[in-house]
């Protein structure tokens, strides 16, 4: 709801693919005879899976595609709010505040065109639905900057959760290795899937990740951190929805009838 409490800050969660999960999947298990006990103990107290946990370049890689941090691993979670059930719409505790607020966007520099205008169809998805919030791309400055990964990135976008303070995470980061080939609506869903947990959105099948990934089931976690239902979506599979999991290239996901249901309760 617009009005509960920020509580605890999480950071960076990140878009998977199924082909990079499936290239992947021998190296995320060797890497993760590296994590300390210790860490795999505070990953789990926060509600999610420690299973295939991987060391990531800003902390460590969960679920597949959520970072967390070490500073974050010491926090402990607070809230009172949590739904565990089918594939639905959720939030995390953090939300965006100061509300009707506009967010702007910046692509680096570093960057080509091609993210200009993805960033472009992006903010006319979501200005369309007459939000509280709305987004401008600027070309200085920025509450939100979409950004190269780093070179070897094994994720193929990355993004995080709003702050305690009630702003927006402030980067995207693009893995260009996929997304300057990838078709252009893909790429548009992509940095709207990233948005969408810049501004508090997990994912739609976060109890259930092969309904998008593939695979065996895997749930993220009954999160006691953030995975809050979303009232009014629906209690069965969204098989379109801009924040399910995983994403092919090809794939368009504008937001669907559940979607702009979630949006427009929080926003």
Not at 153 to 161: D, K, N
Not at 167 to 196: C, F, K, M, Q
Not at 198 to 217: A, E, K, L, N, V
């Amino acid at each position: 709801m617009r009005k509960i409490l920020i509580k605890i800050s999480l950071i960076a969660c990140t878009l998977t693919v199924l082909l990079i999960a499936c290239k992947k999947e021998s190296s995320v298990k060797e890497e993760q005879t590296s994590v300390p006990d210790e860490v795999l103990s505070k990953i789990a107290s926060l509600g999610f899976s420690n299973k295939n946990v991987v060391k990531h370049e800003e902390g460590y890689l969960v679920e597949g595609d959520i970072v967390i941090t070490d500073e974050q691993l010491s926090h402990q979670p607070t809230t009172q709010f949590l739904r565990v059930g089918d594939e639905e719409q959720y939030r995390t505790n953090n939300l965006v505040t100061g509300l009707p607020r506009n967010i702007t966007v910046r692509v680096s520099s570093s960057l080509p065109s091609l993210y200009v205008t993805a960033l472009n169809s992006m903010i006319a998805r979501y200005n369309a639905l007459g939000l509280r919030i709305t987004f401008s791309r600027v070309t200085s400055g920025g509450d939100i900057v979409i950004r190269s990964a780093p070179s070897g990135a094994g994720y193929l976008a990355s993004s995080g959760f709003p702050t305690s303070g009630g702003n927006p995470y402030s980067s995207v980061l693009v893995n260009r290795s996929y997304l300057d080939t990838w078709n252009s609506n893909t790429v548009v869903s992509i940095l709207a899937h990233e948005v969408g947990h810049c501004i508090g959105f997990r994912h739609t099948d976060y109890m259930s990740r092969q309904y998008s990934c593939g695979g065996s089931p895997v749930n993220e976690g009954a999160s006691s951190v953030g995975a809050v239902h979303i009232p009014g979506t629906p209690t069965g599979p969204d098989p379109n929805s801009w924040m399910l999991a995983c994403i092919g290239n090809g794939v368009n996901r504008p937001f669907n009838t559940n979607d702009r249901t979630a949006l427009n309760y929080l926003y």
